[in-house]
């Protein structure tokens, strides 16, 4: 299916625009109605090894656009596009915050300069 065809897709797409960085971890959360238009976007730039999103940032971001989905992306500088253990741990218990408020986290993307890793397809979410 062609990303013009799939509103997901299309949202996800937009979200990963700029955030391949070779030297900084850098992350995109989009805030999503139910027919996946953005609402709102937030970008957050950490360091090589490290970026800082606070749940309750993103919470109170979803809360005041009123968004049912949340999608996060960031950048792996190493190139490696698998998820690290705490991008697991952190990507669950932000799904089980979004669920407790009735939001969905549709997926965690983890994007490098060769290609794109959704936790959701790896079946962590």
Do not use: K, Q
Not at 52 to 57: K, V
């Amino acid at each position: 299916m062609s990303p013009d065809a799939d509103p997901f897709a299309r949202a996800c797409a937009a979200l990963l625009v700029g955030i391949v960085d070779p030297h900084r971890e850098i992350a995109a959360i989009g805030y999503f109605d139910p027919e996946w238009r953005l609402l709102g976007r937030r970008r957050v730039v950490g360091t090589a090894t490290h970026i800082a999103l606070p749940i309750r940032t993103i919470v109170a971001d979803a809360l005041a656009f009123g968004a049912r989905d949340v999608v996060i992306a960031h950048g792996h500088p190493s190139g490696d596009p698998a998820p690290s253990m705490a991008d697991i741990a952190y990507t669950r218990l932000l799904a089980r915050t979004l669920a407790a408020i009735e939001m969905r986290l549709a997926d965690h993307l983890i994007v490098t300069p060769d290609g794109t890793t959704g936790l959701r397809a790896l079946g962590l979410l």
